[in-house]
């Protein structure tokens, strides 16, 4: 009889996780060739909502891919964002600082590239039509308000860990989207007067978004790879469960009411 269950169960979870299909997909941003991930789950039936994800530095990785089908599990169709073009990732900070630079250092670029990956998930055929929300983390973070504060047609927006200065300015009314924000206090990348700015910025512009800081927490906070990434290249950052935790299910929530 136990045996009977344990294959039931068995079953009915392999089941479930081959109904999540995650796949690679490619689109242009201009002449150049962008390449993705989709994530969607094959099970739920009909047209839902699509969340994009702008990964950290470190480029379209294998973090950015388990945030898609993390996404895809809720219900949603995920799409991970290629900002460097042709799939580019990383795995130093070196060549991960050059790449974020190169987008970071050119607004329009970082816009299109965004707008392309945005317009691909609208159209796919299991997308509700402009029901798109977007996830950035660390770099991705800071692209994903950009992107915000340039205008950019998103019905809300998330960032965690990531960096919150910017040199775009905004007016009141000029941000649409409803905000998200999860921050560790300890973050030294993000410092308290880039926060206190952040805040103001948000306020003038009487913008619809929510602050969260979790006390003694570090960088990249969300991401398990974060202390190995911090012994090996001698980086501030500590991965933090319960914050991790915390946010990814005030995540789910705000996406719940942000989008149909």
């Given at each position: 009889m136990k045996i009977a269950l344990a294959l039931s169960l068995l079953f009915f979870t392999s089941s479930s996780?081959?109904?999540?299909i995650g796949r690679d997909v490619t689109y242009q941003a201009g002449d150049?060739?962008?390449?993705?991930h989709l994530a969607y789950d094959d099970a739920v039936q009909g047209?839902?909502?699509g969340v994009l994800v702008a990964p950290e530095w470190w480029g379209a990785n294998d973090y950015a891919r388990k945030r898609a089908r993390m996404l895809a599990e809720a219900g949603y169709v995920a799409l991970v964002v290629d900002l460097y073009g042709n799939g580019q990732v990383a795995d130093n900070p070196k060549d991960a600082g050059a790449l974020a630079g190169g987008v970071n250092r050119n607004p329009?670029?970082?816009?299109?590239r965004f707008d392309a990956a945005r317009g691909f998930?609208?159209?796919?055929?299991?997308v509700k039509q402009g029901e798109i929300a977007a996830?950035?983390?660390?770099?991705?973070?800071g692209v994903v308000l950009n992107m915000v504060r340039s205008g950019m047609p998103l019905k809300s927006a998330v960032s965690y860990h990531g960096v919150l200065a910017t040199d775009i300015s905004v007016k009141p009314g000029d941000i649409k989207a409803k905000l998200r924000i999860f921050h560790g206090e300890a973050d030294?990348?993000?410092?308290?007067?880039?926060?206190?700015?952040?805040k103001t910025e948000m306020?003038?512009?009487?913008?619809?978004?929510m602050f969260v800081a979790y006390p003694g927490v570090k960088h990249t906070f969300t991401n398990r790879e974060a202390d190995s990434y911090a012994a090996q290249f001698g980086l501030p950052l500590k991965y933090d469960n319960a914050a991790d935790t915390d946010s990814w299910t005030r995540t789910l929530e705000f996406l719940k009411a942000t989008l149909k």
């Open positions: 996780l081959a109904a999540v150049t060739v962008m390449k993705g047209k839902r909502a329009p670029l970082a816009y299109a998930l609208d159209k796919q055929p299991n996830l950035g983390y660390c770099f991705g973070g030294p990348i993000v410092p308290p007067e880039q926060v206190e700015a952040f306020n003038n512009a009487k913008a619809d978004y």
